[in-house]
């Protein structure tokens, strides 16, 4: 990805006064239950429900936890409510666009609370009857795009998010694209000693990507304690895509503002 200085167009604030509507529609032979503007709500809490082991509670902001069986096997990490709104803009799905249109070079992070002025933008949710799926979509009508993200699980695979990226004007636009999940939690940390000892527990984080096969292990260097003793970690979360061959990945977020600010992001092998 290669880019010079990244320009943001003039911020022309929206209007507030959006109509909030609910409906059941129809979404590739599938029953949906449908909220349009419900970013003009205020900020809410769901569920998605499995077939098997698998929990995820998430914030009308994007903000999630997740994870199987129970806390202490969780995948983001196990707050209340209210630290998941408020973690939203750090945990979950993240997704920046560099947009290149009529000649000028754009930024667009959809879902964003703090830059939702800059766009014409709205925003849809959308649940399956099932209640096994949840899709988040925001179209910017001044790009001529829209991006929508799915969560739903897998007994195989654990949890799956899909993206998805529509072109919904009719000018030829130019897209660089980074997207992908923030704050995955290793294995072995407990929901007590995330809450209590989450500094600690930065310091034994150890990510690590396979180049080869695009497998990217999130584990402890070993199990924190006190003792003087070794403790080995044995086990990792894993995290994968689908994305091209020559897309680059990213193991951290450290790199997420030198994208915004138009730099050139490397790959990282070793975090």
């Known amino acids: 990805m290669t880019s010079s200085t990244v320009q ?7 209007p507030s006064g959006r ?17 349009a503007n419900y970013d003009a709500m205020a900020p809410f809490f769901m569920s998605i429900v499995s077939a ?22 969780a995948l983001f990490p196990y707050y209340t409510e209210d630290k998941i709104h408020d973690h939203s803009d750090h945990t979950g799905s993240r997704t920046i666009l560099r947009v290149v249109a009529d000649g000028a070079r754009l930024v667009w992070e959809p879902f964003d609370p703090h830059r939702g ?15 096994n799926k949840l ?18 699980t897998s007994d195989r695979f654990g949890f799956v998010k899909r993206s998805e990226l529509v ?15 923030e704050n995955i939690l290793p ?44 403790a080995e970690a044995l086990r990792a979360t894993v995290c994968w895509s689908t ?15 030198l994208f915004r600010r138009g730099g050139s992001v490397r790959a990282e092998e070793r975090v």
């Open 52 to 73: 098997s082991n698998h929990w995820l509670f998430i914030s009308s902001r994007g903000g999630l936890t997740a994870g199987r069986r129970d806390p202490d096997n």
């Open 243 to 257: 994305a091209a061959p020559e897309a680059l990945r990213l193991l951290s977020s450290r790199q997420l503002d």
């Open 187 to 230: 294995w072995g940390l407990t929901a007590a000693f995330q809450n209590t000892y989450s500094c600690l527990g930065d310091a034994y984080k150890q990510n690590e990507l396979d180049s080869r096969t695009g497998l990217a292990t999130y584990a402890l260097s070993s199990l924190p304690g006190d003792s003087p003793e070794p």
């Open 167 to 181: 072109s919904t004007g009719r000018e030829a636009v130019v897209v660089e694209l980074l997207d992908g999940i």
């Open 19 to 35: 109509e909030v509507r609910g409906e059941l529609l129809t979404l590739r032979s599938e029953r949906f239950y449908r909220i």
């Open 117 to 131: 002025a800059l766009y014409s933008v709205s925003r849809n949710l959308y649940k399956n009857v099932s209640g």
């Open 8 to 14: 943001i167009g003039a911020a022309r604030l929206q």
């Open 135 to 152: 899709t988040f979509e925001e179209t910017n009508h001044d790009l001529g795009l829209a991006f929508r993200y799915t969560w739903t």
